[in-house]
């Protein structure tokens, strides 16, 4: 027999902290009046040691601290409960990862223009 083991407060806590980089997560959470209670809200401020070495290093999506950020305003926790608000978030976060995708190629190809200024034909 088998015995599985329970993932780790590390686990947990790395998962629920990215978890907050969906918008409709979050919509979840305010539309369900997670932000209306006091100890969910010191939770979300304990979690701002995400933001420290080493922890931030095993963050794969790091956007979820800039939402963070977001909820620990009162007016963001009101707004994100709207569906159109979350889905305006999402596609702003999808419009930033599509850019950052594009300045990446952009540097790439410039890297390798100057380094082929340099080679001798």
């Known amino acids: 027999m088998t015995e599985?083991?329970?993932p780790s407060r590390f686990e947990v806590e790395l998962e629920f902290v990215q978890s907050l980089a969906h918008p409709f997560y979050v919509n979840f959470l305010a539309q369900n009046q997670y932000f209306e209670k006091p100890e969910f809200l010191q939770y979300l401020q304990y979690l701002?040691?995400?933001r420290q070495q080493p922890y931030r290093?095993?963050?794969v999506y790091p956007?979820?601290?800039h939402v963070l950020t977001l909820l620990?305003?009162?007016s963001f926790r009101d707004q994100i409960a709207?569906?159109?608000i979350a889905k305006?978030?999402?596609d702003d976060m999808?419009?930033?990862w599509l850019e950052k995708g594009r300045t990446a190629e952009v540097n790439s190809d410039n890297d390798a223009d100057v380094k082929n200024e340099g080679v001798e034909m």
């Open 4 to 6: 599985e083991l329970s």
């Open 48 to 50: 701002e040691y995400w």
């Open 57 to 59: 290093d095993y963050l």
């Open 63 to 65: 956007n979820c601290l």
């Open 72 to 74: 620990q305003q009162k």
């Open 82 to 84: 709207r569906g159109d």
């Open 88 to 90: 305006m978030v999402m």
């Open 94 to 96: 999808y419009a930033q």
